[in-house]
């Protein structure tokens, strides 16, 4: 098993005495492209900050390639690229001075792909020549990716980088991460309300909740085996059930069970039940998945 890049162990972070990180562990291998899904409020901005050093942890530790985060070389931190959620830029600064000030600092600036990825998204030599300031949420949002692809990142952390594009917008984006970015086998977390998205891109799915990472699974296979399981309690109650992630009973009697479980585990079960046709079992989508793992 190759080694892990990013190594998250046991962090907790709260704030005003309130818990948002509580003793999380979570391991990225090289290639991995995860989705990061969680309800607002969930915490995944401030585990984005915690494992770039930008924001302090009460305990625990984060390595990335092998460095604490607190105290990355210049070389680590060229390997890795971010989006905020909200576009953090040098306001007073023209895009064609940004990009400049930034190229200085990064000994692998592709400047042909900047080049490319301005004319393609729309930042003519007038709008270059713009202060920051001027340009729309949209622009800003752009810019904030170019900035953070420029460097051909071997881990690029992006935290709902298209909130702020339109579809349009978002289609380029998407595009340019399919075909260029995931092509170089770089590393991706991507934390997004825009599931749809998050389906055209991402391998893997973590789901946090709770302060910690409540499921980690590849994508298809989840998607594939994901069931909801709903009969009467009589019945279901002392059932165990492969796989099982929650457990909810009604008032009216009746029995919830969330579950991965594959083919043959679901005609085990309807064996043992005798071929009773009180029981319903039925996919899920993702955003019924992220509904029940996360709720």
Known sequence: MIAPIVQVASISKSFSAQPVLCSLT???HPGQVIGLLGRNGAGKSTLMECMLGLREIDSGSITIYGEDVADF???TRARIGYVPQTAELFDWLTPNQLLDYFKALYPHWN?????????RWGFDQLKREKRINKLSGGEKQRLSIIRALAHDPQLLI???PVSSLDPIGRREFLRELIGDVIERDTTVIFSTHILSDLERIAL???????????L???????MENARRIVGPSK?????PISGEL???????????????????EIGALTKNLNGSNDIRIEGLSLEDLFVEVTQ
């Open 204 to 214: 893997d799915v973590a789901f946090l909740k709770d302060g910690q990472i409540a």
């Open 216 to 222: 980690q699974a590849n994508l298809d296979e989840l």
């Open 73 to 75: 070389s210049e070389a």
């Open 235 to 239: 019945i279901l109650q002392h059932m």
């Open 246 to 264: 929650r457990r909810t009973t009604s008032a009216d009697g009746s029995t919830c069970v969330i579950a991965r479980t594959n083919e043959e």
């Open 111 to 119: 400047t042909t792909k900047v080049e490319n990825l301005l004319s």
């Open 158 to 160: 992006l935290d709902e």
């Open 26 to 28: 979570w391991d990225i």
